[in-house]
């Protein structure tokens, strides 16, 4: 059993980890399979841990903070320019003709500045419920997003619905497909850890 606060640190550590490594470009410091390994696990986990957070999460959040519902509609916004921004590095990781001409550097800088401001909303998010949920209630929700994140897409889809029954039924299909088109292409999906109980 772990908390929202917990589950919510844990991705958030192991996402920054993730990106540290997929981001160091330095040559001959990794052979190139290693690398793309590193931008794959990335990849796979953010785009999880966004699907989860706004599968469990933001439905609370417009349950019990209705005050806070511009928070969840900013922080969706912030989580799609974020998605998009993970769509251009699997483009460039794969060598999508658009991308070719755009420098990693460039790319990775970002994702860097997409991710904070998802994680900086996320913090805000997790300290308002903190103040009105049930010890309970917090390990009920971050237990859910342990579950939630191992059965989430595992590729960004921005353009597609996040919310409602739409929303839904798109996470079921796309995870399913995304897991498919995963051993086409070799992916690595080294799935988030899950936090331990506090």
Do not use: C
């Amino acid at each position: 059993m772990t908390t929202l606060h917990q589950a919510v640190e844990k991705h958030i550590h192991t996402n920054l980890e993730r990106l540290d490594r997929a981001a160091d470009r330095s040559p001959g410091v990794r052979p190139i399979g290693d690398r793309r390994a590193s931008v794959d696990e990335f990849l796979v986990a953010t785009a999880q841990h966004l699907s989860a957070i706004i599968q469990v999460v933001l439905p609370v959040v417009h349950r019990r903070l209705p005050e806070s519902r511009s928070l969840a509609r900013e922080y969706l916004a912030a989580a799609k320019r974020l998605e998009r921004a993970l769509v251009m590095t699997k483009a460039k990781q794969y060598g999508q003709s658009q991308n070719v001409g755009r420098p990693w550097s460039r790319v990775w800088a970002s994702v860097r500045e997409d991710l904070s401001a998802v994680t900086e909303m996320e913090r805000l998010i997790v300290a308002r419920l903190s103040d009105v949920l049930s010890d309970t209630e917090a390990h009920a929700l971050g237990d859910r997003i342990a579950v939630a994140t191992h059965h989430a897409p595992t590729r960004s889809h921005p353009h597609l619905p996040h919310q409602g029954v739409a929303g839904k039924v798109v996470r079921v299909v796309w995870g399913r497909a995304d897991r498919v088109w995963d051993e086409v292409e070799g992916r690595v999906t080294r799935p988030l850890p899950t936090p331990e109980a506090g």
